[in-house]
């Protein structure tokens, strides 16, 4: 009985070895970003399709799902349909959709230069290479000649309507201490107070344009015209993922383009994605998508991402002290990825 009591014992015990040993490749193939779901699969773009393999690529954004972001849920949606697995992660905040990507729990997120610069992240491919602002002015300023003397609004003064204003007093060789800035609110709430006359300009989005021009208010500037290196926002990562998985950020790149395209060419297409994402109507999406496409803001080009758009920003953001260095580019910018893209996809 003793004996046969240990043979048992010992067959178990080998069996027991053998399933912490299964249990501990398996653990292995399981760790790191997800770039391959075994051995047998390499996730790759070489082909006309890229291969993704299970790959995990979780998208963050700094705001509730919007129509204005369908993008994003495009890029989600083509990233899976080449087999990886991916979502979108939405935040309150750039800061917050940061923290969620040096968390570990979104590999790429939709953020602007200074979040970058100041969190230490890398951009490697365009998100919105174009702004869908207005600057617009009240009924006593019709030029932008005629601004200094008068109260600008604006929703903070290290953001991107601080690079915007900046930009703007710029190239109209404007001094910026002619003009008074005071902090108004959000969108809605300084287009009310230039209703109701408590501030003379501000920047406004393409869907209240109507509203102020239609009471007598003056477009001075449309942003995507006047500043065109001047980007919404880029995707980008931590510096780590980026080198680490070169196949998924020129993945992430390669699904922007087809977003761009659906935006574009298929406003059908584009406005079911929204309203899946959002919610809405088809036809309040369908009218988002016809102001965005009116700004030019997911422009199919080469050019929709470049360095000297990126030092431009930087440049800017220094100037009004939304960051407190300037690193080299090459510690939070790289165009090898999209240079990759654009040359697998043929765009100019």
Known sequence: MKATAFRFTESLALRLVCAALVGVSLLLAG???????????????????????????????????????????????????????????NQTGD???????????AEVGSIAVTTAINSGLMIFGPSQPRLDYHFIGAPSVKTMQELPGHIYGTSNTHGVEALMFADLLAKYNIAPSSVKVTLAGGASVRVGAMLTHHIDATFVHYDS???????????LAKMSDVAPDLADSFMGASSSWVHANPVLAEAVDEAWIKAAQIFNND????????????????ADAASVHDGLLQANTFPVAKNS????????????????????????????????????????????
């Open 95 to 105: 800061p917050a959709a940061v923290r969620v990507i040096l968390a570990g729990d």
């Open 31 to 89: 760790c790191g970003s997800g770039t391959s779901t075994g051995g047998s699969c390499t996730p790759t773009v070489d082909g006309s399709v890229p291969k993704l393999c299970g790959a995990t690529i979780r998208i963050a954004v700094g705001a509730a799902p919007a129509v204005e972001d369908t993008k994003v849920a495009l890029m989600a949606q083509i990233l899976n349909q080449w087999g990886a697995h991916s979502g979108v992660i």
């Open 305 to 348: 991402f470049s360095s000297a758009s990126a030092s431009a920003q930087e440049n800017l953001a220094a100037q009004v002290g939304a960051i407190t260095s300037k690193p080299s580019p090459s510690a939070w910018f790289t165009e090898t990825y999209w240079d990759q893209a654009v040359a697998a996809l043929t765009i100019a």
């Open 267 to 282: 406003k059908t297409e584009w406005v079911s994605a929204a309203v899946k994402y959002a919610g809405g109507t088809a």
């Open 209 to 219: 344009i109507n509203t102020l021009l239609n009471a007598g208010f003056n477009d």
